[in-house]
């Protein structure tokens, strides 16, 4: 690999996991386990540990994706989901000390969608969403061909807007089954597979709130493509008559008639994302040359 090549890193609940990225190639996956429950310094450590499997002097940069909120530009994140140690970590700093390469942090929601947009079936689309969909709800906002996270990084959190009586997440997410029937989502799943009227029913229901959804992101963005990742894209034929047939109730009959809708197949998004944040990053200092 060339000098362009970079790490990405995908920070999960259990473990972490990283790769050299360079273009269309990926070398391959190393794993460390993360001590969850440990100390600020001792997750740290984890990183540090994973990345020493993958670092050499061809290295151009590191991105890493984490469950949590995330400053950009300083690359501190707060609350990490599953981490309770990491109530504040300023990780690029850490990683830039000891490393010594351009180090760049963001949502893992972010970073998925930047991998759709880099390497999956979000290539050649100006604008996108890329919609992760599991126990909750993320969003990766893509405009004008650059990853858009919002003053705060907070761009896209559109499971969190009210919604009925609720907020999205509760209705539209995979948790929507144990949340309003007391079900396993899983089970719920193998039942609509052996054609169960009542799990098919279900996820008519999901597909509609999900059409709700997408309505509402419609509005608010008009995005040429969206792209559904997590757990509950693997049930999308159980759902997408429902669900279209709610977004083709939006009042711009033509948007609706226009927008794509794709299934991630893309393996490794969340480490090819958080690689292409060096991407996104040069691309636009190249941009700002340019003017």
Request: hydrophobic share 35%; glycine share 10%.
């Amino acid at each position: 690999m060339n000098k362009e090549s970079v790490i990405g890193i995908d920070l999960g609940a259990t473990n972490i996991r990283g790769a050299c990225v360079n273009e269309n190639n990926i070398s391959e996956i190393k794993l460390q386990r993360i001590r969850s429950s440990g100390t600020e310094r001792e997750v740290l450590e984890d990183v540090f540990a994973l990345t020493d499997m993958l670092i050499d002097n061809k290295i151009a940069a590191i991105g890493i994706g984490v469950p949590s909120v995330v400053d950009v530009e300083e690359g501190i994140v707060y609350d990490v989901q599953y981490i309770p140690s990491w109530k504040e970590v300023h990780l690029k700093k850490w990683m830039e000390k000891h490393y010594h390469i351009p180090v760049f942090v963001n949502n893992d929601a972010n970073c998925f969608a930047l991998g759709e947009h880099y390497f999956g079936k979000g290539k050649g689309y100006h604008s996108m969403i890329g919609l992760a969909i599991g126990t909750g709800v993320g969003a990766g906002i893509i405009i004008n061909n650059k990853l858009y996270p919002g003053h705060n990084c907070g761009a896209g959190e559109f499971g969190t807007v009210d919604y009925l009586d609720k907020i999205y997440e509760y209705y539209c997410s995979g948790s929507f089954f144990k949340n309003v029937y007391g079900l396993e989502g899983e089970e719920v799943f193998q039942k609509a597979k052996e054609n169960d009227a009542q799990s098919l029913e279900l996820y008519k229901e999901l597909g509609i709130h999900l059409g709700n959804a997408i309505k509402m992101i419609m509005y608010t963005y008009d995005p040429e493509l969206i792209i559904l990742g997590g757990s509950v894209r693997l049930a999308y034929e159980y759902f997408q008559k429902a669900m279209w047939e709610r977004i083709k109730t939006c009042v711009y009959s033509k948007s609706t008639g226009r927008l794509k809708i794709e299934i991630s197949e893309l393996e490794n998004s969340g480490i090819l994302g958080a690689a292409a944040l060096y991407y996104d990053a040069v691309q636009e200092i190249n941009q700002q040359g340019k003017q």
